[in-house]
């Protein structure tokens, strides 16, 4: 049999890893015909919606519903003494804590669920949402968390015994009964030592202020519970869709197999759809009290006073090092504001997340870092907005402390980094605060960054920039914006990384059809990375059939195999292995049945591209489709009808992807308005799937990075009252504010990954804030700026130039 | 309730005729009353344009207003722009240009860019993000939104040249 179409065109036609293949899922998404959970309808469906507290702090003294019960349309007003019985008015978090599902007793923070309206329709809900009466009597408000730490008012009853002393808390003993916990990694005490006999000390106190993830389509569900079956279906907007399965099981009773969790279309999630929210608890309640379908949709205030905020770390840093500027040592403590309940979501034994990343992508051979966190009356949550757990505080740290060291040394900031590089022969490295970076190569990344944007040039136009500033030439300031990063994502090890006991594997399972197609299911979910567009990818360079002829199915727990779902930049580096790896076992169950039709060894043939040849005879060969047919009409000795194969992939370590960004900016100094001039972003994600969605994947959180770095926050005033409840007080860019950014790449494929992939989702989230912030601060260094906290927004920008007497 | 209001519509070419409440919103109307879910909610306040529709010509954010102030209009939603069959050349570009990941704000961004491309058939690129300003994108960063609308505006005008 000869060939007709060469090598090349048969790698062409898989359009497997390493092409820019256009996504299978926006056929329907240009047409209108997504399918998000508010497209979600049943019959007799309900709609259930809240009651929320107008107040921060108050004790609530009566509920009365019984004018709610009469208006049209309203069918039941769940409250917290609705949910006792069932165990249910408070639930666990995934941080180890506990949460009121419905207000008992008191409130906490502005916007706290109180009572749960379900009726025929969302204006019906809202008639009797405005006929519930709740009479709160007001308590002292704390939204500062050092003040929290020293108050006498205890937020919450369950922090204290009966002696009003501090108990202990999920992750170890309280220091106050407003205190949460305390984590530590690294050496304190040789840490101290390095930084008190240091030549040079840099310190700073930075406020990486409170923000929310903000996806377009807010947070929602709907519960039916078939009463004649004994099934619940609940689809909703999960990030992980099994955990949230077994969530509901330990929580509800209701034995795990007889609910099925299906997450649709997600409209973004950025973390904000990770946790387990009042909503969803009381949407199940409320089916199976009414008997009937119940959808409950956020609104956008909902969204952001209530569920999942991100960041709030107040950090405090020193880092020591030579007079050349060698870094010695690195000094972190942080108070993290967790809110009234602690809801972050990180794995079980990181209450701080992945913090302990926080000596960057530097050689520092001495760290030491402690959280404290605490409860204040601000909405709980702590999410990892688009970022593996902390990770965007972390590095936000360490590349503002190498800003603060540069400036104290008298040096450039980007020959400081360079010199204090974890070098490329240095990989894998344990940093001192204890993880095992798997690979790197910074130092070329770095150049080649540098040198795409003309560094040189740009510090010598800055520097003319200043004179004519100083000349009154010019009202406009020069800012160059510096970041190198490096992530921690893919979790993770089962042996380290939980939630809720779960370990953090992942899974696919393949089903390959008699014709040569394929369908894979995963234990993941897309929130808009396309993955049925990539991971089709891999599979198809995996087991040699094209990836137009493989469907990935995600998202309903009645058929995907058990996985912990997406964030984290998880999805690549975990249930892309997982996929990766179940195509191996097909391949090699493909390969003995090759071996039989062509009547030869199984070590006497190989794989080649859609195919398996004759070693040294390459014109006999069974294709891959041939080889599926034969699967199912072939009675092979010793080998199972069939072709399938899953698995369940426990990743051996994180991956680190890392990048090189550089953002240059013109500030108008009496405006405070700064125009992005340009953003060049070089990512390292190790191999590349697909280049076109990793520029859209890089696109996308460079703009998120922007809005957090230049406006974007969720700020409150002292009473508690959230003051960017809507999209008119918080900050979403728009085209017009947004520039357009370079990308570039650089390939260091992990060692561990089946592929050599590392994830890229959130890099641009994480390199692109500091990024921005450096960029803004920078442009005032050369008038003694050394810090100020972000958002550098308008007003902020000219304050500091205010501050500097640059209106003098 | 007693105060329900006739409203007549027309949209995607069908009428449509019912009694609502004066408080009933456009886009509730669309999508539980007309089952038309292309169109998106995502702030109700109308700044993020998910439920951007066309009104008599002009776009319009479907979340803040009245079914009611939309009596006797002609609405065009997402679903009316063009389908399996019939692709609109902005919904190639999109494709083709990688203008989009989750998809919640893509019909809303679409039927903007439809009217955009309507009053302006050669934007620039300043002219097209001051255009698209209403649409929020949480996805994208919008450089392939801007690229995308670019190319169905170079198919559009050729297309038209070609006829002519």
């Known amino acids: ?808 | 309730m007693s105060n329900k209001m006739h409203i007549k519509l027309n949209v995607n070419g069908k009428a449509e005729e019912f009694l609502a409440e004066p408080r009933e919103l456009l886009i509730y109307t669309l999508r539980e009353r007309l089952n038309i879910t292309g169109p998106h909610i995502g702030c109700e306040t109308s700044h993020c344009g998910a439920c951007t529709v066309t009104i008599d010509g002009k776009s319009v954010k479907s979340c803040t207003m009245f079914a009611a102030q939309a009596d006797g209009k002609e609405i065009t939603t997402i679903e009316g722009i063009g389908g399996p069959d019939d692709l609109h050349p902005l919904q190639e570009a999109f494709k083709e240009h990688h203008g989009l990941q989750c998809g919640y704000c893509t019909p809303g961004m679409i039927t903007r860019a439809t009217k955009l491309l309507e009053e302006n058939p050669t934007p620039t690129e300043e002219e097209i993000r001051f255009g698209m300003a209403g649409n929020i994108c949480r996805c994208t960063g919008y450089q392939n939104i801007v690229k995308s609308i670019q190319a169905a505006a170079s198919e559009m005008n050729a297309a038209k040249e070609a006829a002519e």
């Open chain 1, 1 to 808: 049999m000869k060939d007709e179409i060469t090598r090349e065109e048969r790698v062409d036609n898989l359009k497997g890893m390493g092409c820019s293949r256009k996504r299978v899922e926006d056929a329907r998404f240009t047409q209108g015909k997504g399918n998000y959970v508010d497209d979600v309808k049943l019959d007799g469906m309900l709609f259930g919606d809240f009651v929320r507290s107008p107040y921060a702090h108050a004790r609530i003294t009566n509920i009365d519903i019984a004018a709610a019960l009469e208006v049209p349309g309203v069918l039941a007003v769940l409250t917290a003494a609705d949910l006792e019985p069932l165990g249910l008015h408070w639930m666990p978090t995934l941080a180890g804590d506990k949460q009121m599902v419905l207000a008992d007793g008191k409130v906490l923070f502005q916007g706290q669920e109180v009572a749960y309206v379900v009726a025929e329709d969302r204006y019906a809900a809202a008639d009797g949402i405005e006929a519930v009466v709740v009479d709160y009597e007001e308590l002292p408000v704390i939204v500062d968390p050092f003040k929290s730490l020293q108050s006498d008012v205890i937020l919450r009853e369950d922090t204290v015994d009966e002696n009003g002393k501090a108990t202990d808390g999920a992750h170890g003993p309280r220091k106050h009964p407003n205190h949460i916990f305390t984590w530590e990694a690294g050496d304190k005490a040789p840490t101290e030592e390095v930084i008190a006999n240091a030549d040079v000390v840099a310190e700073e106190e930075m406020y990486y202020h409170r923000t929310h993830p903000c996806p377009l389509e807010t947070c929602g569900c709907v519960a039916s519970m078939d009463k004649v079956n004994g099934k619940l279906t609940l689809w909703g907007t999960f990030q992980a869709p099994h955990a949230i399965r077994t969530i509901v099981s330990l929580i509800s009773g209701i034995e795990e197999h007889n609910i099925r969790v299906i997450s649709p279309d997600i409209g973004g999630g950025f973390g904000n759809k990770v946790g387990a929210y009042p909503g969803y608890v009381c949407s199940v309640v409320a089916s199976i009290v009414t008997g009937k379908p119940v959808k409950w949709i956020e609104d956008r205030m909902d969204n952001l006073m209530t569920t999942a905020f991100a960041r709030d770390y107040w950090m405090k840093g020193k880092i020591s090092a030579t007079p050349e500027g060698k870094i010695t040592g690195l000094h972190c403590h942080v108070t993290a504001d967790h809110g009234g309940f602690d809801a972050c979501a990180d794995p079980t034994k990181f209450p701080a997340g992945f913090m302990n990343i926080c000596t960057g992508s530097y050689d520092i051979p001495t760290a030491y870092l402690a959280v404290d966190g605490v409860y204040t009356n601000k909405a709980p949550g702590g999410v990892s907005y688009r970022c593996s757990f902390r990770v965007t505080e972390a590095v936000y740290f360490i590349e503002r402390m190498i800003e603060v060291l540069a400036i104290k040394l008298n040096m450039d900031a980007a020959e400081l980094r360079r010199i204090n590089f974890i070098k490329k022969e240095q990989f894998p490295y344990t940093a001192a605060l204890g993880w095992e970076y798997d690979s790197g190569d910074y130092h070329t990344a770095w150049d080649k960054a540098l040198k795409a944007v003309d560094y040189d040039g740009l510090r010598a136009e800055q520097a003319q920039r200043v004179a004519d500033f100083k000349a009154g030439k010019t009202r406009k300031l020069m800012g160059i914006g510096l970041s190198f990063f490096t992530e921690i994502v893919g979790a993770g090890p089962v042996k380290n990384c939980d939630i809720l006991g779960l370990g953090m594997f992942d899974s696919c399972e393949i089903r390959i059809h008699p014709t040569g197609s394929a369908i894979a299911r995963l234990g993941t979910i897309s929130q808009g990375q396309g993955h049925a567009t990539t991971f089709a990818q891999i599979l198809a360079s995996e087991i040699g059939l094209p990836a137009d002829s493989i469907t990935i199915e995600e998202g309903d727990t009645d058929t995907a195999p058990y996985g912990l779902g997406t964030y984290g930049s998880r999805s690549t580096p975990v249930a892309g292995a997982a996929t990766a790896m179940a195509g191996r076992k097909i391949r090699a169950k493909a390969q003995m049945i090759a071996a039989y039709l062509l009547e030869v060894h199984d070590n006497d043939v190989e794989f080649d591209v859609d195919r398996f040849v004759v070693k040294g005879a390459p014109e006999k060969f069974k294709t891959m489709k041939e080889i599926a047919f034969a699967a199912y009409n072939q009675a092979i000795p010793g080998i199972e009808p069939g072709l399938e194969a899953v698995s369940y992939y426990d990743p051996p370590n994180m991956t680190y992807p890392f990048g090189a960004y550089i953002c240059v900016m013109d500030i108008d100094v009496d405006t405070g308005v700064p125009d992005i001039r340009r953003f060049y972003a070089l990512d390292d994600c190790g191999t590349r799937i697909n280049p076109m969605i990793i520029e859209g994947q890089v696109h996308g959180g460079l703009t998120e990075a922007l809005a957090v770095a230049l406006g974007q926050e969720i700020a409150y005033d002292e009473m508690g009252n959230c003051k960017t409840g809507t999209l008119m007080d918080f900050f979403l860019p728009t085209a017009w504010e947004v520039p357009n950014y370079e990308t570039d790449y650089t390939v260091t494929p992990s060692p561990h990954h089946p592929i050599g992939a590392k994830g890229v989702g959130e890099s641009p989230h994480v390199g692109g804030v500091p990024c921005f912030s450096n960029a803004v601060q920078d442009a005032f260094r050369a008038f003694g700026n050394t810090h100020t906290n972000m958002p550098h927004d308008h007003w902020r920008i000219w304050k500091t130039a205010n501050e500097l007497g640059l209106h003098d």
